[in-house]
Structure formats: structure tokens, C-alpha cells
């Protein structure tokens, strides 16, 4: 059974730090995957915030995330993180895990989908 369980996600006040966690039960190996976070706030469309592959070298970020998270995964714990830290009121979201095959991308599908993690930053 497919299935992306994420936790971690909460309140906390800007400039704090939250560390949230998915853990995948994947079709074949995680390790195969890219995996990925999005997140949705109340009126906007989902946008990606980063992305890791594989092989862990090499990481996407959104331009609004940048140097204030970092994503890394555990393969042999089929889990991946993202560590957020200065949190502003604008990172409040609904924040989604998400894998794919192939390619690491911001805008090509992702087959599976967590079913997402509340992140509120209050001023």
C-alpha cells in the first residue's frame, strides 16, 4: 500500500524553527525516488519549496526558501525531512511530501502524495 505520512508541523512564532518529517511506503525501493515538498496556503496555488533525489548531492530550492531550509533524506528509514528555520508569517501553509521517479523537477508530476501538515507561524 501506497502511502507518504507527514508530521511535524504545528505553531510557532517567527523566527523559530520546526523540523517536519514524511515517511514513505513506496511501489519499489525509496531510494529510487525524488522526493519533494510543496505546501498551500488558505487562497493561493501549491508551490514547490525543494526537492532532493537519490543521490542526496544535489538539492532544489524555491527562491523564498533558500538558506533558511534544507531538505535531506534518510533512505534507509524510507524518510525524508526538511528542516525550517527563521520561519516567517508567509511560510504558513499546508505543507505536502511528494515522490516521483525520474528526474528531480519543480513542475513534472509527482505520482504520490502525502496527505499534508500544518505549519502556522504567528507575527
Known amino acids: 500500500q501506497v502511502q507518504l505520512v507527514e508530521s511535524g508541523g504545528g505553531l510557532v512564532q517567527a523566527g523559530g524553527s520546526l523540523r517536519l518529517s514524511c515517511t514513505a511506503s513506496l511501489p519499489i525501493a525509496f531510494k529510487t525516488y525524488v522526493m519533494a515538498w510543496f505546501r498551500q496556503a488558505p487562497g493561493k496555488e501549491r508551490e514547490f519549496v525543494a526537492a532532493i533525489p537519490w543521490y542526496v548531492a544535489s538539492s532544489d530550492y524555491a527562491d523564498s526558501v533558500k538558506g533558511r531550509f534544507t531538505i535531506s533524506r534518510d533512505n534507509a528509514k524510507n524518510t525524508v525531512f526538511l528542516q525550517m528555520n527563521s520561519l516567517k508569517p508567509e511560510d504558513t501553509a499546508v505543507y505536502y511530501c511528494?515522490?516521483?521517479?525520474?528526474?528531480?523537477?519543480?513542475?513534472?508530476?509527482?505520482?504520490?502524495w502525502g496527505q499534508g501538515t500544518q505549519v502556522t507561524v504567528s507575527s
Open positions: 511528494a515522490a516521483r521517479q525520474g528526474e528531480m523537477s519543480r513542475s513534472l508530476p509527482y505520482n504520490y
